[in-house]
Every structure is written in C-alpha cells, then in structure tokens.
Antibody, heavy 127, light 110 residues
C-alpha cells in the first residue's frame, strides 16, 4: 500500500522560502519507472503541477515557476523535498505530493498518472 | 505548455449520462495515449478515476469511462449518482517527462 504525507509550515511570510517534505512508504524512488509529483491547488481553483522528480533523477518544473522551484529526493529516507523561493500571497494553496507511475517494469508499459496522493497541506502566505 | 481546456461546469440528473471534454494539442492529448482523470470531492485529495485514456483502476465503478478522439479526451459518467457530484480534472503526458492538467470541471447532480 502506497502512502504519502506532506509536511512543512502552514504559514509563511511574503519573500520567504517555502520548504515542503513529502514522506512516503510502499514504494522506492530507486525503482525504475517511478516518480513523485508536487501539485498545488489555490482555494477554489484548479490543480497545477509544480514539479516532478523521477527514479533516474530527471526533474521537470512548471515553466511559469521554474526559476523559483527546486525538487530533490532522498531515496534512503523515502522523502522528496520541494523548495519554492520568494513566496507571495498568490502562492497560498493546498500543496499535494503524489506517486507517479511512468513505466511499469512488470508489464513493460509506459503510463504517466498519479495513482496515490497525500492528503495535502494548506500553506498560507501572509505577513 | 498550456493547461488543457475543460468546461467549467456540467450537470445532469440522477440516472442520466454526462460527458466532460478535455481539449489539448498534438503535443499532449493528441500525441500520447496517457490521459488520466481525477475526481475530487470538496476538501479531499484528488482520486485517480481513469488512466491511459480509458482504463479504470480497481474499485472505480464501470459507470466511468474514458475515450479520446484527436486532441480531445472525454470522461463519460453514466447512470449518474449523487456521490458523483465533484470536480473532475484531466491530465495528459506532454512529452519529455512532463504532465499538464486541465482547468477542472464541476459536475452538479441535479
């Protein structure tokens, strides 16, 4: 069973850097075909994919936020960390991490979907 | 990499069928058979409902089905039930390890 949990501050001030940690179990980020995504959702708005990190350390970022985002993985600790610099009130959102299946080594099929999600953590940006 | 286009809202009565569209380009929806759909109830995390355009994960009722034609994917919910009222998001692989979401559709069961 795959589980993910987001952790980090619930309140940050404008211009500060946000650091969120996704701690997961039930899979390893060293397994071929696996990834973790960070997705956010401002109140009442749509999902937005912020960053993806794959087993082979490929990283992808939202083009509009690329300059502010960094994603890293700690395979031994089963954690993925997202940092976002220069936070602004418009960054107030629920931040989710999710397990991404890119390639199934058992079936040799490619996919690309999020099959397990954390519960999310609400981050408010306010002075 | 622009967000996929979904209708903001759809509605239907219990027992009816509704279809939610998801329009993209040749670089995402039209270029790959890796469209997924997520159901999200208020205050909850999204839940995978359809993957690889038309496949259902274990536990998802067969009332939910997916399809694709050209650059547009669709999610159809037949035999609408009250618990289907939720927000629905499409997502597509867009090449080079990237994914893009749609803007979301609010389904109201009348």
């Amino acid at each position: 069973q795959i589980t993910l949990k987001e952790s980090g501050p619930t309140l940050v001030k404008p211009t500060q850097t946000l650091t969120l940690t996704c701690t997961f179990s039930g899979f390893s980020l060293s397994t071929s075909g696996v990834g973790v995504g960070w997705i956010r959702q401002p109140p009442g708005k749509a999902l937005e994919c912020l960053a993806l990190i794959y087993w082979d350390d490929h990283k992808r970022y939202s083009p509009s936020l690329k300059s502010r985002l960094t994603v890293t993985k700690d395979t031994s600790e089963n954690q993925v960390v997202l940092t976002m610099t220069n936070m602004d009130p418009v960054d107030t959102a629920t931040y989710y991490c999710a397990h991404l299946l890119y390639y199934d080594i058992l079936t040799s099929y490619y996919h690309s979907y999020f099959d397990s999600w954390g519960r999310g953590t609400l981050v408010t940006v306010s002075s | 990499q622009s967000a996929l286009t979904q209708p903001r809202s759809v509605s239907g009565s219990p027992g009816q069928s509704v279809t939610i569209s998801c329009s993209g380009t040749n670089s995402d929806v039209g270029g790959y058979n890796y469209v997924s759909w997520y159901q999200q109830h208020p205050g909850k995390a999204p839940k995978l409902t359809i993957y690889d355009v038309s496949k259902r994960p274990s536990g998802v009722p067969d009332r939910f089905s997916g399809s694709k034609s050209g650059n547009t994917a669709s999610l159809t919910i037949s035999g609408l039930q009250a618990e289907d009222e939720a927000d629905y998001y499409c997502c597509s692989y867009a090449g080079d390890y990237t994914l893009v979401f749609g803007g979301g559709t609010k389904l109201t069961v009348l």
